[in-house]
């Protein structure tokens, strides 16, 4: 079996593994790309964590995860930023070349200040962003999470942050999961044009039980992923492919066998 | 207590409760108007329903719900035709304006594929419609619902179609659920302006723990509903207030408490 060259799995997807097993299994398998979520980096010098990867010939294609800006103080607030630019360190120190932001939101808060808290924080960290050399990855997050995890959740809307916030250390994480059912999709992926930084892919399942771990395998669901590839590559993205399946399901299961699904929905359906 | 005149209660609000329960009990409270749902009326003639209403100075503010045009079949859709008439037919007979359209979804067709076959659906109710004197009004529902529900998920989206349609019959049912989280929602309700004839309040929770059936009584939530409220009234509308809400948790407890505490939400919160 061939695995696919731009195919990249984040170490949440098979949740069960710590990052040692995760990195030997991947590459066993031929996955040539990590979306390293921090909490595998834990336990170890970042230095460690880099040669493990080195070692099994892996890239970090995205740290996961920084954002949750908005805060309802001011020490919030910077603790926020302190963490993000923690995380922009991490990704460099691992050598990944963006942090994925899921950037918050404060049910306290109205949708206007989570949103200005939320522009106001990825401003700040931009100076960090360029001194380490890693982007920000907007990732716009379904309207569904819009009350506590994220105030951003259209591509539409990532674009006008960025028309404002500038486009050389900031780009867009699109999700097919978050933005599958936008009426403006085409047209957002269009006017991104080179924002675009991150492709990730799961599926949506019907119906879906749980708002967070219930994602779907590609090919399980409903979502017209080969329809979004072409419209992101048609803006010239060429980057990885990120499988990120958040599914209590799927990690019950057997994860060698998970592995290989994914592998295989990837040639099918992605 | 004085009980606000614009305030109308669904029927599902209070599940728990057949026709003529609820409508005693909303005639004692002092509420005008109910959102009817069309379960609500099997079992007796329609001039019965009808008659019920009157008896207790009550309106039918608008009947709920017709929609689910997308079919895998030609049959399919005929059905949904067919019962979209019916429902017209239903709404005329209890002296409701409008029919609340949930307009469906099949995930196993494509979003462009559900969207054109509600445009046509509707298009094909239209003259049925202006027959009976009774309105559609689309209702965006939030994009959580996108793949079995309704792929109509904003007002953007709502005003799209009534360009094609018309607006002679055609209006717009804006719920808070739905839409309060859209970053043009303010741009898309001023385009709307007249096409918004119908209002539905209640809140988002967090946690939510169900897709369905955990929305909040106003106050409980995140959702902004008089700064929403305050758009709508701009564009002139001056209609009912309907209260729609589903939960598990509200219909398990004392619905005459639960009525009061409706009523007091409304005052404090819409």
Wanted: hydrophobic share 45%.
């Amino acid at each position: 079996m061939e695995t696919p060259d731009r195919l990249a799995i984040h170490t949440m997807t098979t949740k069960p593994w710590d990052l040692p097993t995760a990195v030997a299994k991947y590459a066993a398998a031929g996955v040539r790309g990590v979306g390293l979520w921090r909490q595998w980096l834990d336990g170890r010098p970042l230095a460690e964590s880099r040669s493990l990867l080195d070692d099994h010939g892996l890239k970090a294609v995205s740290l996961v995860r920084g954002g949750f800006f908005p805060g309802l103080t001011a020490t919030e607030r910077q603790a926020a930023l302190d963490d993000n630019r923690r995380a922009l360190d991490e990704a460099a120190a691992v050598g990944a070349p963006q942090v994925v932001l899921v950037c918050g939101a404060k049910p306290e808060l109205s949708l206007a200040e989570n949103r200005k808290q939320i522009t106001d924080g990825i401003a700040a960290c931009i100076d960090h962003a360029a001194s380490v050399g890693v982007k920000l990855a907007i990732e716009p997050l379904h309207p569904m999470y819009a009350d506590c995890r994220s105030a951003v959740n259209t591509i539409g809307q990532c674009n006008d942050m960025i028309d404002q916030l500038g486009d050389e250390w900031v780009g867009i994480a699109a999700d097919v999961y978050h933005i599958w059912w936008d009426p403006e999709l085409e047209l957002q992926i269009r006017r991104a044009a080179a924002r675009i930084i991150g492709f990730h892919v799961c599926d949506w399942l019907t119906p879906t039980s749980d708002f967070l771990n219930d994602r779907g395998l590609m090919g399980e669901g409903c979502i017209d992923i080969k329809g979004i590839r072409a419209m992101v590559e048609q803006t010239g993205f060429n980057g990885w492919i990120e499988v990120e399946i958040f599914s209590t399901r799927h990690w019950a299961g057997d994860q060698d066998g998970f592995l290989h699904n994914i592998i295989n929905a990837y040639k099918q359906h992605v």
